[in-house]
Nanobody, 121 residues
Framework: QVQLTESGGGLVQAGGSLRLSCVAS????????MAWYRQVTGKQRELVAS???????NYAYFAKGRFSISKDSGLNAVFLRMNSLSPEDTAVYYC???????????????WGQGTLVTVSP
């Protein structure tokens, strides 16, 4: 069982910054990586950035140089610092946790409820 609680979304002007947080509460699930995705109404959900337990990161092309993903030491929380925001970044941002169930070792993933980020011109 995994519960992901996101926070930090809101309204910001273009050029501004936001920091999203996601805290994971887990039971019988080992998280291997966490990520942020975003989705605009009517479009597919897309990866923004991901981070593994040992700190390896991956960014979508639009996030490179502007966004930074980080985690706590135990991969129980993940953060997304977003700088130089533009209206094109307006979306619902979702936290994702990917890992294995214990003791079955079956892989699985879980999603947060999403947090809305709105960037005004």
């Amino acid at each position: 069982q995994v519960q992901l609680t996101e926070s930090g979304g809101g309204l910001v002007q273009a050029g501004g910054s936001l920091r999203l947080s996601c805290v994971a509460s887990t039971r019988m699930f080992h998280i291997n990586s966490m990520a942020w995705y975003r989705q605009v109404t009517g479009k597919q959900r897309e990866l923004v950035a991901s981070i593994t337990r040992n700190g390896d990161t991956n960014y979508a092309y639009f996030a490179k140089g502007r966004f930074s993903i980080s985690k706590d030491s135990g991969l129980n929380a993940v953060f997304l610092r977003m700088n130089s925001l533009s209206p094109e970044d307006t979306a619902v941002y979702y936290c994702n946790a990917n890992g294995v169930e214990v003791p079955s070792t079956r892989t699985n993933e879980h999603w947060g409820q999403g947090t809305l980020v709105t960037v005004s011109p």
